[in-house]
Every structure is written in structure tokens, then in C-alpha cells.
């Protein structure tokens, strides 16, 4: 079974296109480090009553470990199903896919068959590959369904992509975004040009990862000069980690973010907001142990609203790093605008109920 972005329903495909919350979708776990039904439905259930407008699932934040240990499908199959019986609200679902291209082939064949619209391809562990196979490598599980690209900081893994090469990904006819994740102002800039060099800035929109800088990735006008012609792209929405916790609040920020662009001035407090949010991802991913606890620190904010039964992570030597529970306690009392633990009480035992 196949998908081409043609096929996908409008009003789907608008929610992605204008730009959205879309949490990368963490992994429930029981004590057992067993998949916990219960509260992997209820954490789907909290994103979209918050008000995101997609998921992702299958990917870093889900642990690329559950293709291990036979999680990958059962995992992408619940949230789909979720979803569906959930809420009948367009929304845009985006299955992680990774290793070799037979495997992510395949793996875009199971989520397109499970009801996801778009595959978001990690070329971690092609690190010795030419830029010609990376190409090659990505056409073909494009062929299979629409493609978002990522661009993963190379402290967990991801692989240095030049401007050339993000020219011609985004000349790829079913690659419809592009998720920005190097953590590094040069490389950011080498998509955002490398799309206007392809001229699909149309087609191909540009989300954030790089959650060092989330706010100023949103606000920012990005004005590229394509021959004569000067194009004026902006980074929609995120895809973030990040916004796997303080979900509501995330939503509203977003919704600000849109707003704000179409003032001609912005106001000077927005810096100290981009400033505040950088500070919590510091630790809530864990910054000052480079990123050692990014994944259990993200479990231990769900862990605190009831979200999560606790903060296991596959691997078991996988867990905070020392002194990140301390930096976790210092921005709640820091920044308690920016939590959402209110809403999370107030639905909590409906996202829990069977």
C-alpha cells in the first residue's frame, strides 16, 4: 500500500500545512518495562484534547528501541486507533521510520496501511553514506508515502547535511516538510535555503525541532534571495519533544507565535519568552548532561500530572541525569505560566477511563 500527498484529505493536509503542535509521542511503560495500554492511550488522548494538531509516533522520543523488541507496530497501531475513536477533528499523523531502506520501506508500508499520512525519515547511522545513496535512500521510501525530513543534532545521533543535499530532498515530489532539529543557527539556515533553492516552499513545510530556540524558529521571517526574486519563508509549526509536556500550553504559545507575524513590530518581551522556554527544555532535556536524561526527563514532567505510572525508558541504564530532577523542580517554580497541570488534572481520570 502507498500514499502520495495528493491523496491525503484537504483538511488533514491544511492542519500540517499552516502549522501545528505535534508532540513527539513518548513510550508508556509498565514497572516490567512492558507496554502500559492503559496510559499510552491516556497520553494520546491529553495531546488531542490539548489541542495538538498531529502526533508523531515511532520516533526519538517514542525510543527507537521499540523496533527491538516488537513495540513498533503495536505502538503506531494503538495511537492510530486512539485517535480515531477519540475525536473526529482533523488530524495529521506522522509515523518515525528508520534504518536501512528495506526497512523503511516496510515500516512505511505498515503505517500507511494503519492510517498515518506522513513518514518522518531519521538517517541516523548513515553516517558514511554519500550524499547520492542518502538521495537514492529517501526517493525510494518516498515512493512508498510522503516524507518529512529531519535534520537530528548530531549529539543524539543525526548525520551533517549540507545545503546541496536538503536542495535536492526537497525536490522530492512526496516530501511535503521538513522537521529543523540540528541545534545550530548555520545549519537551520541550510535548510530554509536549500527548500527556497528547490523552489517548493509551497509544498514543503518548515517545522521545528531545534528546541533550543523554538520561539525565535516561530517568530522569525526568513527572507532568501532565489535569483531576482527575494521569498519570504517562515518555520510553521513544531515537532518537538518539547511539546510531548505542557501540551495546552504549547497550543496557546502557537497560536500567539501566528498572531504576533502579523504585527510589522514584535515586542521586545517575546526574547525573554524564547529565553524562558530554552531554559525549561535545558531541563527537561537534560542540557547540562548533554542529553543523557532527555527521554526520562520528559517522562518525569508526565510522571509528576499523573500522566506516566513512572519514568522507565527500555533501556534500563536510561534515567535522569544527576542533579536534572532539581533543574525540573527550579522551572516549575520558575515559569508555573507555562505548565498545564491544571488541565491535565481536570481530565486526567476521563483520558485514563477504558
Same mark, same amino acid.
Request: aromatic share 8%; glycine share 10%; hydrophobic share 45%.
Given at each position: ?20 503542535? *505535534? ?16 496510559? /499510552? ?18 520516533? &526519538?522520543?517514542? /525510543? ?37 531502506? !528495506?526497512?523503511?520501506? /516496510? ?9 498515518? &499520512?506522513? +513518514? ?27 516524507? *518529512? +525530513? #529531519? ?19 526537497? !525536490? ?14 548555520? $545549519?537551520?539556515?541550510?535548510?530554509? $535555503? ?55 500550553? !504549547? ?6 507565535? &501566528? ?5 510589522? !513590530? ?18 527537561? #532535556? ?12 520528559? &517522562? ?38 507555562? %505548565? ?8 486526567? %481520570? ?5
Amino acid at each position: 500500500m502507498t500514499l502520495h500527498h495528493s491523496q491525503i484529505d484537504p483538511m488533514v493536509r491544511s492542519v500540517f500545512q499552516l502549522g501545528t503542535v *505535534i508532540p513527539a509521542h513518548p513510550l508508556a511503560l509498565t514497572a516490567q518495562r512492558s507496554l502500559d495500554l492503559r496510559y /499510552q492511550r491516556a497520553l494520546t488522548r491529553y495531546y488531542l484534547d490539548a489541542g495538538a494538531g498531529g502526533l508523531a509516533v515511532g520516533v &526519538h522520543t517514542t /525510543q527507537f528501541a521499540i523496533r527491538d523488541v516488537g513495540l513498533y507496530e503495536p505502538v503506531l497501531r494503538l495511537a492510530a486507533e486512539t485517535a480515531r475513536a477519540w475525536t473526529d477533528r482533523p488530524r495529521f499523523l506522522i509515523a518515525g521510520l528508520a534504518g536501512s531502506t !528495506a526497512q523503511a520501506c /516496510q515500516e512505511a508500508a505498515l503505517a500507511v496501511g494503519l492510517g498515518y &499520512h506522513a +513518514g518522518l525519515l531519521s538517517l541516523a547511522g548513515f553516517t558514511a553514506a554519500s550524499h547520492d545513496d542518502l538521495i537514492a535512500h529517501c526517493r525510494a521510501v518516498a515512493d512508498v508515502m510522503p516524507l *518529512i +525530513g #529531519f535534520y537530528l543534532q548530531p549529539a543524539v545521533g543525526g548525520v551533517v547535511l549540507p545545503r546541496p543535499f536538503w536542495r535536492r530532498f526537497a !525536490a522530492i515530489d512526496n516530501v511535503i516538510g521538513i522537521k529543523i532539529a540540528p541545534f545550530n543557527r548555520y $545549519r537551520t539556515l541550510d535548510v530554509i $535555503r536549500g527548500v527556497v533553492e528547490a523552489g517548493t516552499e509551497d509544498r514543503v513545510a518548515l517545522y521545528t525541532g531545534n528546541d533550543d530556540a523554538i520561539v525565535l524558529d516561530l517568530l522569525t521571517p526568513y527572507v532568501i534571495q532565489r535569483g531576482g526574486e527575494t521569498v519570504t519563508v517562515r518555520i510553521v509549526g513544531g515537532l518537538l519533544g518539547h511539546w510531548s509536556v505542557w501540551v495546552r500550553s !504549547a497550543v496557546t504559545l502557537l497560536a500567539r507565535c &501566528h498572531a504576533a507575524i502579523l504585527d510589522s !513590530a514584535l515586542e521586545r518581551s517575546w526574547l525573554t519568552t524564547n529565553a524562558a522556554v530554552t531554559d525549561c527544555n535545558a531541563a527537561f #532535556f537534560d542540557a547540562g548532561n548533554d542529553f543523557r536524561g532527555c527521554i526520562a526527563g520528559v &517522562h518525569e514532567v508526565l510522571r509528576r500530572q499523573g500522566l506516566l505510572r513512572g519514568i522507565w525508558c527500555l533501556d534500563p541504564t536510561e534515567t535522569l541525569g544527576p542533579g536534572q530532577a532539581e533543574e525540573i523542580d527550579r522551572v516549575y517554580a520558575a515559569y508555573p505560566e507555562f %505548565n498545564d497541570d491544571a488541565f491535565v488534572a481536570a481530565g486526567l %481520570n476521563r483520558w485514563l477511563a477504558d
